[in-house]
């Protein structure tokens, strides 16, 4: 199986990598390690595995209503998933509000399947090798926009409102080592433990980050959404746990997705 394939090749780099880890060679080493790793992942995605799920997901009849979530509407009409992730967030007006990809699947799982809102947002900072449905759909629907530039409206003032939100969450320092997104992600070439640190307030780099999430992470055994991975920034920035699809996440999104712009997407890529 191409991915059975993929996997020992990656873990053949990852032992690489371990290794030099453990001999203290230099950083520029460790990191080119790195790069064999992914390089060796993304030949034969295992993310495609969760693609699939999520595309079976979409196609069925769950929840109390027993119906699929193929008349969700992601922004583009009903059931329309082609290129929907690259213009997301965008603003709704079913809903009166601006959504990303996970706070609408929330919405389309509560008015579409019946599920309350509570079951539709369940463990959605699931831990190494936990499955999630989210997960799988998020890997579905941005596989979807691979190949399509980013391209994020501002021209409702409730998508203008988010965007400025965002700006001021990312530059906003507090807590107690008085961290800002900023702090890690504002400037070129930081490191954090051997992670490159890219620096999102340049188009470029956001370009680069942005269009690669939802990922496979290699740490995680599991496709992970961007709210999951604005979680674990939250985390690293010692903040209180950043509330799934909350506004400011959804905020903070917008405010990555507009810097990202023209960006062509890549997700679900393969990540550490
Ligand atoms: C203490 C440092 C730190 C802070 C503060 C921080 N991050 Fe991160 N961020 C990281 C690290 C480390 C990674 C890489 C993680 C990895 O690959 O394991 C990362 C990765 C990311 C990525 C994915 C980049 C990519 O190329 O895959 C995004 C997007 C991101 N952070 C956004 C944010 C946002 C938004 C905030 C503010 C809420 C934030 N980060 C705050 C350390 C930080």
Redesign the pocket.
């Known amino acids: 199986m191409r991915t059975a394939r993929a996997i020992a090749a990656a873990a053949a780099a990852g032992l690489a990598l371990a290794a030099s880890v453990a001999t203290g060679e230099q950083k520029d080493s460790t990191a080119q390690e790195i790069e064999k790793y992914r390089a060796a992942l993304a030949e034969d995605n295992p993310a495609e595995l969760w693609e699939a799920r999520g595309e079976a997901l979409w196609k069925e009849k769950r929840g109390p209503k027993h119906v699929s979530l193929e008349a969700c509407d992601l922004g583009l009409g009903p059931g329309v998933v082609k290129g929907a992730y690259a213009a997301m967030p965008r603003y709704f007006e079913d809903t009166g509000k601006v959504e990303d990809l996970e706070s609408r699947l929330v919405t389309c799982m509560v008015a579409l399947q019946g599920f309350t809102p509570e079951q539709a947002k369940k463990n959605p900072f699931a831990g190494p090798g936990q499955k999630v449905p989210m997960d799988a759909l998020v890997a579905y629907v941005s596989s979807e926009s691979r190949g399509i530039p980013v391209h994020v409206s501002l021209a409702h003032p409730k998508e203008r409102e988010a965007y400025e939100m965002g700006k001021k969450?990312?530059f906003y320092r507090g807590a107690t080592h008085d961290?800002?997104?900023v702090?890690?992600?504002g400037a070129n070439d930081k490191r954090?433990?051997l992670?490159d640190?890219?620096n999102?307030t340049d188009p470029a780099q956001a370009r680069?980050?942005?269009t690669?999430?939802p990922?496979y992470r290699v740490s995680q055994g599991e496709v992970r959404s961007m709210q999951w991975?604005?979680n674990d920034?939250?985390r690293?920035?010692r903040f209180p746990e950043l509330e799934f699809v909350s506004p400011a996440s959804i905020a903070?999104s917008m405010y990555?997705a507009k810097t990202a712009e023209g960006g062509v997407m890549s997700a679900p890529a393969v990540?550490?």
């Open positions: 969450i990312f961290f800002g997104c702090t890690c992600h954090i433990r992670q640190l890219p999102l680069k980050a942005y690669s999430w990922a991975r604005l920034c939250f690293q920035q903070l990555l990540k550490r």
